[in-house]
Antibody, heavy 119, light 109 residues
Framework: QVQLVQSGAEVKKPGSSVKVSCKAS????????ISWVRQAPGQGLEWMGR????????NYAQKFQGRVTITADKSTSTAYMELSSLRSEDTAVYYC????????????WGQGTLVTVSS | EIVLTQSPATLSLSPGERATLSCRAS??????LAWYQQKPGQAPRLLIY???NRATGIPARFSGSGSGTDFTLTISSLEPEDFAVYYC???????????FGQGTKVEIK
């Protein structure tokens, strides 16, 4: 059973950056993928991008290109999502989600990390 | 970008009733469509993948159908724990992209 544990809530100023971590445990999949999905208060789900740690290749949603960086540390099974040039509209819960393969859907989700952007 | 449109926005039903949720894609997604359930304060939960396959541990009352641009999630007989928001999601491989529908809320009538 895969478990994902995310880092804690953050409060950031507009224009700054935030880096959220997601540590995976309990699985022995080699070609898994970690995706990042966010949800603004009272809104729907929005995909930001994903990485396959064994390949080290990340793909990003067009909307976030140039502003988001997704990385992974295979040695610790931890993925990271860094979002820069924060604005108030980036206030959301950020989820990491685990897929057992690159073409698979995410069957495991982290608990979510609330990022609040406020001056 | 492929747009997914879910209908209705809200479905008001009683326990034991049948729920039928729709998801329409702006262009064909073949069978690359999933359904998720989300309850307040919780992460989404994968219910159905590749249009019609139940994820591990999902009860048989949940079923998915469709291909191309029109998809349906059916809950055959609503249990109290099924009242939640449901999202459809498609995945495109070239370029890699996921999009979600805006959600359908299934509420107790």
């Amino acid at each position: 059973q895969v478990q994902l544990v995310q880092s804690g809530a953050e409060v950031k100023k507009p224009g700054s950056s935030v880096k959220v971590s997601c540590k995976a445990s309990g699985g022995t999949f080699s070609s898994y993928a970690i995706s990042w999905v966010r949800q603004a208060p009272g809104q729907g789900l929005e995909w930001m991008g994903r990485i396959i740690p064994i390949l080290g290749i990340a793909n990003y949603a067009q909307k976030f290109q140039g502003r988001v960086t997704i990385t992974a540390d295979k040695s610790t099974s931890t993925a990271y999502m860094e979002l820069s040039s924060l604005r108030s509209e980036d206030t959301a819960v950020y989820y990491c989600a685990f897929s057992v393969c690159g073409d698979c859907y995410p069957g495991y989700w982290g608990q979510g990390t609330l990022v609040t952007v406020s001056s | 970008e492929i747009v997914l449109t879910q209908s209705p926005a809200t479905l008001s039903l009683s326990p034991g009733e049948r729920a039928t949720l729709s998801c329409r894609a702006s262009q064909s997604v073949s069978s690359y469509l999933a359904w998720y359930q989300q309850k307040p304060g919780q992460a989404p939960r994968l219910l159905i993948y590749d249009a019609s396959n139940r994820a591990t541990g999902i009860p048989a009352r949940f079923s998915g159908s469709g291909s191309g641009t029109d998809f349906t999630l059916t809950i055959s007989s609503l249990e109290p724990e099924d009242f939640a928001v449901y999202y459809c999601q498609q995945r495109s491989n070239w370029p890699l992209s996921w999009t979600f529908g805006q959600g359908t809320k299934v509420e107790i009538k």
